[in-house]
């Protein structure tokens, strides 16, 4: 299990109301986490917010702590 996978399952609910927050416009649907499918949850994220992975991989490290 990445870094990542680890941050993203630890405490995604504290991290989830972050990002909605600080991006108004992403919507419950767009921040569903599932297990095992981290790639797919990045993938929606990188596609709203019109960011790369690494941005959207750092972004979520740094709302993670």
Do not use: C, P
């Amino acid at each position: 299990m990445s870094a990542l996978t680890q941050q993203i399952k630890g405490n995604w609910n504290e991290v989830k109301g972050k990002f909605k927050q600080q991006y108004a416009d992403l919507t419950d649907d767009d921040l569903l986490y599932e297990e095992g499918k981290e790639d797919e949850l990045l993938g929606k994220l990188q596609k709203k917010l019109g960011k790369t992975r690494a941005e959207v991989e750092d972004e979520l490290e740094r709302l993670s702590h």
